[in-house]
């Protein structure tokens, strides 16, 4: 089985360092690629800008998606990803700090396939971390996209 690859869009680089921390600790077959907001989130899927050589950052088999960031929110992410053709597809789980039932709804109502709360500590973050490998064992030999 191959690697999976994932996006990983967050504006905080602790919370980010923590979840690639996590995804090593439960024995992944992953390759996290990090990037602090929604705008360079739509340059790496597409594949512009610094994001242009799909060898260096390949296409991802899931987006992790913060909610709440300057600029273009999570929110705003996922109503220009699920617009776009292209993306339709593509798995999206939030995961944030709120808490908030309302952002819950929204998030799944625009697309998201699945919502978290980040949780306080290490160990449930890798608990939650395990759950990704799901995606890993319905993945093709390729994710079709170059």
């Known amino acids: ?3 999976l690859i994932i996006l ?3 504006d905080n680089r602790e919370d980010a360092r923590l979840l690639a921390r996590a995804c090593e600790a439960a024995n992944l077959q992953t390759d996290v690629y990090e990037v602090p907001g929604g705008g360079e989130a739509m340059e790496y899927l597409k594949g512009e800008s610094l994001y242009s050589d799909r060898k260096k950052y390949p296409f991802p088999d899931l987006i992790i998606l913060d909610l709440k960031m300057p600029g273009m929110t999570g929110f705003d992410f996922l109503e ?4 776009d053709r292209r993306f339709v597809s593509l798995p999206v789980l ?3 700090q709120s808490r908030d039932a309302q952002d819950k709804a929204r998030a799944l109502a625009q697309g998201a ?3 978290f709360v980040k949780p306080g500590d290490f160990a449930s973050l890798v608990k939650l971390a ?3 490998k799901q995606f890993g064992k319905i993945l093709p030999s390729g994710n079709g996209q170059k």
């Open 1 to 3: 089985m191959r690697r």
């Open 8 to 10: 990983h869009v967050e």
């Open 80 to 83: 220009w990803l699920r617009r």
């Open 94 to 96: 939030v995961f944030t």
């Open 113 to 115: 396939n699945g919502f």
């Open 130 to 132: 395990e759950s990704f």
